[in-house]
């Protein structure tokens, strides 16, 4: 009998889907030169805020296809845009794992621009959300938000 529990138990354990699982975000470098990499790797790197959000559906054959794009004011450039510049991304509010974007809220973006349709994509998994701080404020406490902040610094060293 306590075998029978233990090999359920066990099956029960391995086997039974957690939350995590629709996540599916590998996450970025934790070293500076990591995070660097990461940023040569990407096509578009800038700190942008979200000035417009959209959404449609519609029905393909027997599919329902979504699309939703944003358009993004450039507030930082390190690779592709300058700053000032109005940029187009996709894929912008289905985010699984990361932040869900908010109008007039800014992040830091790692795009890709799609081979297939030539559209910029950026997702949850590697957009950030940051709260720029003015000069001598103090470093923030809470982990993630230093660690943007780190990566802030790294990329305007590596991309001045």
């Not at 040569?40 to 519609?58: A, N, Q, Y």
């Not at 510049?85 to 990361?98: Q, R, T």
Request: proline share 6%.
């Amino acid at each position: 009998m306590s075998r029978f529990i233990f090999i359920t138990l066990f099956v029960f354990i391995t086997f039974y889907p957690t939350a995590t699982d629709a996540c599916s975000c590998i996450g970025l470098p934790q070293t500076d030169d990591g995070i660097v990499q990461f940023a040569e790797s990407v096509d578009k790197v800038f700190v942008g805020t979200v000035i417009e959000l959209s959404h449609r559906e519609w029905l393909d054959g027997d599919d329902v296809r979504m699309e939703s794009k944003g358009l993004v004011r450039v507030v930082e450039a390190f690779r592709g845009p300058a700053e000032g510049d109005a940029v187009e991304l996709y894929n912008l509010l289905y985010s699984m794992c990361g932040p869900h974007f908010q109008m007039l809220s800014t992040y830091l973006f790692f795009v890709v621009v799609s081979d297939e349709d030539g559209r910029p994509y950026a997702n949850g998994c590697t957009t950030f959300k940051y709260t720029p701080r003015a000069q001598g404020d103090p470093i923030p406490q809470d982990y993630q938000r230093a660690r943007i902040m780190q990566m802030i610094w790294a990329l305007r060293d590596a991309f001045p």
